[in-house]
């Protein structure tokens, strides 16, 4: 598909990658608001429920390492589609019921959505290039919408439909397959004309900054949707109340993710956002967890709104710091593929400090732990420099400098 686009078709590319974000979330949240549900009634231990936490992180990882030679061979446009297929065969698959069809389609799914993960920046890089603040902010916005509607849904579905969890869990494969359906009109195979070189970027440090800072936003986020609701219903809330106050969390990370995207972007550099988010969600985290009932719906929303911004801008970084669209496939591949294999230890970490413990205080200061090691590794991923993929031209000599200094970003002027 060409970057020159008219406007109307550019406004009809924006809502189309819309509608794929909004799906890339709803089978990760839908896991934890029918965690006890699932255990009771398959014997699942809390061990295994940690592995079915970690399992999805893990296969966004892998997934990822696919997405280069994907875009290669067919062009990110039809990736997309791919990726979109695979998550509605996922989600089709856990309806089944039983453990297998449960973490075969849990781990199915997680590869769609690793796989679009990582196109959408690419994407947003090449068509956006003007307003790249602003696109990653709304998708980004759109994705959490997505991840808020799969968690505060979850139980009120599982009794609506009275099919139990694999219901409940399934008919998110609706909405997948409608946005597949919908991107089909840019699913057009295109040669790839740059590839990005994986090896350029494994010798960069601010590509392992970028990645660093990804991952470990990555497992603050992941923890909290396997175990969030778990953690709450320990407090003395219902499945329910337990759920909702997961999708109240949810639904305020989209402004959270927008606006600090769009803020961050605009920012000579986005040092003073990695202090102020991954702050923010921390401090919020430990209200949440231990403090005061009357404290929970603003402790709730203060949550949110750090770990939308936390996506945010670790997606944002990927835009940024990235020299073009090839390079941002690149650095989207690196950041979430390491990132996400290394962000699996998270939940499952968390999950095994509360089985050994059997209370949540230990599981807590991991989670702080976690949260300010992401705003020293963000220190480095904030400054204002850029990395490319880009093999040296032919001819050159030399290997051109990997990451230049860089006083402005097209993306600024969104």
Not at 237 to 242: Q, V
Not at 377 to 389: F, H, L, M, P, T
């Amino acid at each position: 598909m060409s970057p020159e686009r008219t406007a109307p078709g550019r406004i009809l590319l924006g809502l189309a990658l819309m509608l794929v974000a909004f799906n890339l979330r709803p089978a990760l949240s839908t896991i934890g608001p029918l965690l006890a549900t699932i255990r009771e009634s398959t014997g699942l231990s809390a061990g295994g429920a940690a592995i079915l936490t970690t399992l999805p992180v893990l296969c966004l990882g892998i997934a990822c390492a696919l997405a280069a030679p994907l875009i290669r061979r067919i062009g990110p446009d039809l990736a997309v589609l791919v990726g979109a297929t695979i998550l509605a065969a996922g989600l089709t698959l856990r309806g089944l019921g039983g453990l297998v069809p449960l973490f075969a389609g849990t781990a199915l799914a997680a590869i769609g959505i690793g796989l679009d993960n990582v196109l959408l920046p690419a994407l947003v890089k090449r068509d956006f290039s003007g307003s790249g603040g602003l696109m990653t902010g709304l998708y980004t916005m759109t994705l959490c919408l997505g991840a808020a509607a799969g968690a505060g849904a979850a139980v009120p579905v599982e009794h609506a439909l009275g099919g139990g969890w694999p219901s409940a869990l399934a008919v998110w494969a609706l909405p997948a397959l409608v946005a597949a359906f919908l991107w089909i009109p840019f699913a057009r195979r295109t040669a790839s004309t740059r590839a990005p070189s994986a090896g350029r970027l494994l010798r960069d440090p601010l590509a392992w900054w970028v990645t660093g800072f990804m991952g470990l936003q990555s497992s603050l986020a992941y923890t909290l949707f396997g175990w969030l609701p778990l953690l709450l219903q320990a407090r003395g809330l219902s499945a329910l109340d337990a759920g909702l106050y997961a999708s109240l969390m949810t639904l305020v990370q989209a402004p959270g993710a927008l606006i600090t995207a769009m803020l961050a972007a605009r920012a000579r550099d986005q040092r003073a956002w990695i202090v102020a988010i991954p702050g923010l969600t921390a401090a919020a985290f430990l209200v949440l967890a231990f403090g005061p009932e009357t404290l929970r719906i603003p402790a709730a929303c203060a949550l949110g709104f750090g770990i939308g911004g936390c996506f945010g801008l670790g997606l944002t970084l990927i835009v940024l710091r990235a020299a073009d669209a090839a390079s941002a496939a690149g650095l989207s591949a690196m950041a979430q593929g390491i990132g996400y294999t290394g962000a699996c230890l998270g939940p499952l970490a968390f999950g095994l400090a509360h089985e050994a413990t059997g209370g949540w205080g230990l599981a807590g200061g991991l989670f702080v732990t976690i949260a300010l090691a992401a705003i020293l590794v963000g220190q480095a991923a904030g400054r204002d420099r850029k990395v490319s993929a880009a093999a040296p031209e032919a001819g050159s000599g030399h290997l051109q400098p990997v990451t230049t200094l860089c006083s402005s970003d097209p993306a600024r002027s969104a």
